[in-house]
């Protein structure tokens, strides 16, 4: 049917109402009339509407001009219990026009229009037009079990020339998606693809997977409720729901609770450019009018969703996790129990105590006497061997368990109370023997070492614990804040970009995304705590010795100092709480709150090996932490400055070989090396006697040795940071640290055997225990779920499905068994030195 202008001036005359079939068509002008009131067009311009009864699925090659406007009618009807896509699909066939044309979808809930060419721009504005246009109608519930609808296209332009196009309106007939069935479709910018997923009964959480054999172009998955209209193009896309950007895979968790409608829409956009997904940049246009042939962006996809875990899955999963560590208590607790019941059976049979056991002097040779040197502390903390034998046997005769008399418990209690300092006064006297002559002597003894009174060194060294406990809550206490407001805002705006999860294995509860890597964490924390009673049971029995004045803790063994042992604890627990909170929402601008403590970790176990035979002039915490803050703020300039910037690099290569080397001579020469104005004429000095005038060979070999392959180690690590550049700068400096503690515990172990000492039993169980849990959790590490160096779509390149109760995935796994490594690890540096319990200090050699 056909309206002409000039209708009103034949029907002036007429009286009633326009005739039933005329009222589209003036709906339709008086909305084009809005339309081009709107655009600030003249109403007159108008000639010509032609109205067409359209069917789908055929094909309308038509034409378009200013002077006429067309109008297709469609019907169809819709039920309650299905729900049927309706798909418009517009091809201009005619060269570039000099004015797109305009289609206005009216339907009865909303309105769709869109030009053709369309046009969307990319990054820096960058046009791009699109003359092949697809777009899926918004189909709004209806509440009658069966209705008729009625919707219009109408087409017009205000270009003068006639332009051709082709119109088909399709049904889209698997436009409800069926859960465990994989679906398969085409998009691209300009035709975008959304499909609708109802949630059926006993489903309260399912996982939709969106995959494609073609890494480009970029894409973006979003979930958008139930409402007209649908955000379906690349520049709207993110106003709305949950989205995030992928190449190859992609997969969000949907939970019922967000979707009051029990549904939702899987939109599906490709992206005009594929800088979000790490792909190149194109070139900038010359004009900024001028557009760009975007070539065939077409991508075949394929859709499922897929039922979530149930509640039983999370229970299970939570006892899992403590079973494990709990476990670890009980172990403990029955060894505890063990030793208890050996040592009642030694009180029960006394004739059966050997003199190792007992401690008696009567019974077992009287201690060596000193050396040339001095083997014995001077301060008055020890005893000659005859006062040590009297004070002996006077409290063995109730095998070490009376209790001590009122004026040594006020005495006691009076040292405990009293603030004594390490730098107050120093107790070696260098008029008698010079720190200088004992330091460099060619063999060292543990004794030469151990001078200094034992209440300023547990001062000195309970001084790690109290300054790792005060920076545990000055850092936690913003990270935490900060995660917070982090998932905060990925929930508020869905943007899943936010945070690099492995979105195939992310359990939600609550607030948080990914609940399973937080739990995983939990290890660190129980372990720690463990380490930390473990300690406190050995501090308390140490005490009791000494109290008892018993000869083997006052001059045998290594001397035992727990102050760095409870910061290690500290540490570990801490690593646990600060790496769930960077698994709240793992990026790279909090990358460093999973690092820190394992800088200090790390830190704190060479601190450690290195005091157990050099307790007098081991590193102050105050030093030691300032050197820890320090490698940490060089992680934080790494990762952010450190990526191919040359500069950085060298600077960075510069100063690490300079600390090795600074570092190498202050070990090799125990401290005594001063660094000041005079270290440049003392190093000419040193290299002329030494290397000119008479060509001799280390004093100290062994230490020599270690140093030797601790700077090869550490002078080649700076040579791969300087030529290869890693994008994980974190990752690089704790490799550092890991191969410096690596390098030293292998050679403590192995000068260990070299002296003549022996493992006992049970650290040599740990030492293989905790070696194999070592391989174990670094396979999983290098699994590589997720990557912040790369652009979030190719992170999700590398996600995979759980393999643990369908709720752990390889990097909870990896939290697992590093936790029982480090725990493993810090027995064995608590327990590799047992053996030496019952000899005499001036007898254990220093290395």
Not at 182 to 201: E, G, H, I, L, R
Not at 220 to 238: E, F, G, K, R, T
């Amino acid at each position: 049917m056909v309206l002409r202008s000039s209708w009103k001036s034949r029907h002036k005359n007429s009286c009633g109402p326009a005739p039933r079939w005329i009222r589209p068509g003036l709906a339709a002008l008086l909305w084009l009339c809005a339309i081009r009131l709107a655009c600030g067009i003249e109403v007159g311009e108008i000639k010509t509407i032609v109205q067409k009864d359209a069917e789908f699925d055929a094909n309308y090659n038509d034409m378009v001009t200013s002077e006429n406007q067309t109008i297709y009618a469609f019907n169809h009807t819709i039920s309650r219990n299905k729900t049927e896509g309706v798909r418009v699909s517009v091809d201009v066939l005619s060269n570039k026009s000099e004015s797109p044309i305009l289609f206005v979808v009216r339907q009865k809930q909303g309105v769709l229009s869109f030009q053709v060419p369309l046009i969307l721009r990319g990054l820096y504005q960058r046009k791009y037009p699109y003359y092949d246009v697809g777009r899926t109608l918004c189909q709004p519930p209806t509440r009658a079990a069966s209705e008729t609808q009625y919707f219009f296209v109408d087409v017009s332009t205000l270009s003068s020339q006639g332009t051709n196009y082709q119109l088909r309106v399709s049904r889209v007939e698997s436009f409800t998606l069926q859960t465990n069935k994989k679906f398969s479709f085409t998009a691209s910018p300009s035709q975008p693809q959304y499909f609708k997923y109802v949630f059926q009964d006993g489903v309260d959480t399912v996982i939709v997977k969106v995959n494609s054999d073609m890494t480009f172009p970029c894409s973006v998955m979003s979930i958008q409720d139930i409402q007209c209209p649908i955000y379906d193009l690349d520049n709207n896309v993110a106003f709305i729901g949950m989205y995030q950007t992928m190449t190859k895979k992609g997969a969000i968790t949907v939970q019922r609770k967000d979707f009051p409608s029990n549904s939702f829409y899987v939109v599906v956009v490709v992206k005009t450019e594929d800088e979000a997904c790490g792909g190149p940049l194109r070139f900038y246009p010359l004009r900024p009018d001028q557009l760009i042939d975007a070539g065939n962006r077409s991508k075949a996809l394929d859709v499922m969703v897929s039922p979530a875990i149930n509640l039983e899955a999370y229970v299970m999963g939570m006892l899992f996790c403590l079973g494990i560590f709990f476990s670890f208590y009980l172990l403990t607790l029955l060894c505890v129990c063990l030793e208890l019941n050996k040592r009642r059976n030694v009180f029960l049979n006394p004739a059966d105590m050997s003199p190792a056991e007992t401690g008696n002097p009567a019974t077992r040779k009287t201690p060596a006497s000193p050396n040339e040197y001095g083997s014995f502390a001077d301060n008055g903390s020890t005893m000659s061997s005859e006062a040590i034998t009297d004070s002996a046997t006077s409290t063995d005769n109730n095998y070490g368990y009376m209790e001590r008399s009122l004026e040594s418990v006020a005495r006691s209690r009076q040292e405990s109370l009293s603030s004594i300092e390490e730098d107050d006064y120093d107790t070696l006297d260098d008029i008698h023997s010079d720190k200088n002559i004992v330091r460099t002597k060619k063999f060292l003894y543990v004794a030469d070492l151990a001078r200094k009174d034992k209440r300023i060194l547990s001062k000195k060294y309970q001084i790690y614990f109290w300054n790792i406990a005060t920076i545990a809550v000055f850092y936690a206490l913003p990270v935490v804040q900060l995660v917070i407001t982090y998932q905060t805002v990925v929930n508020v705006t869905g943007n899943q970009d936010i945070c690099y999860y492995n979105f195939l294995c992310a359990h939600p509860l609550g607030a948080l995304s990914a609940f399973n890597n937080i739990l995983s964490n939990l290890g660190y924390v129980m372990l720690g705590l463990l380490f930390l009673l473990i300690v406190l049971k050995r501090d308390l029995a140490q005490n009791r010795a000494l109290e008892r004045h018993d000869v083997n803790a006052l001059e045998c063994g290594i001397p035992k100092h727990f102050g760095l042992f409870y910061a290690m604890g500290t540490a570990l627990m801490m690593e646990g709480l600060l790496s769930a909170c960077y698994h709240v929402c793992p990026n790279y601008t909090n990358f460093q709150f999973d690092t820190s403590f394992m800088y200090m970790i790390a830190g704190l176990c060479m601190l450690k090996l290195y005091q157990k035979r050099h307790p007098d002039i081991n590193a102050s915490a105050y030093t030691a932490y300032a050197c820890l803050a320090a490698v940490i703020f060089f992680s934080v300039l790494g990762v952010v400055f450190g990526r191919d910037n040359t500069a950085f690099w060298i600077v960075f290569s510069v100063i690490h070989i300079l600390a090795t080397l600074l570092l190498s001579t202050q070990l090799y020469y125990m401290g005594r090396w001063r660094l000041n104005a005079g270290i440049m004429r003392r190093i000419v000095y040193v290299i002329y006697t030494d290397c000119i005038r008479q060509c001799s060979g280390p004093m100290y070999i062994d230490r020599m040795v270690l140093l030797v392959m601790g700077n090869i180690v550490n002078w080649s690590l700076a040579a791969y940071g300087l030529i290869q550049r890693p994008n994980d700068f974190a990752s690089y400096l704790l490799a550092i640290a890991i191969c410096n503690l690596l390098l030293y515990f292998a050679f403590y172990i192995i000068m260990k055997l070299r002296s003549g000492e022996r493992i006992k039993c049970l650290a040599l169980v740990c030492i293989l225990f905790t070696a194999v849990v070592w391989g174990f959790a670094l396979y999983f590490f290098f699994q590589g779920l997720s990557t912040w160096q790369k652009t979030p779509a190719e992170s999700r390149e590398h996600n995979r499905d759980c393999i643990l109760l369908s709720f752990f995935d390889d990097h909870d796994i990896w939290h697992f068994l590093s936790s029982i490594a480090m725990f493993g690890s810090f027995l064995v540096l608590l327990t590799m030195d047992d053996d030496l319990d019952t000899v005499q200090r001036d007898k254990i050699y220093v290395f």
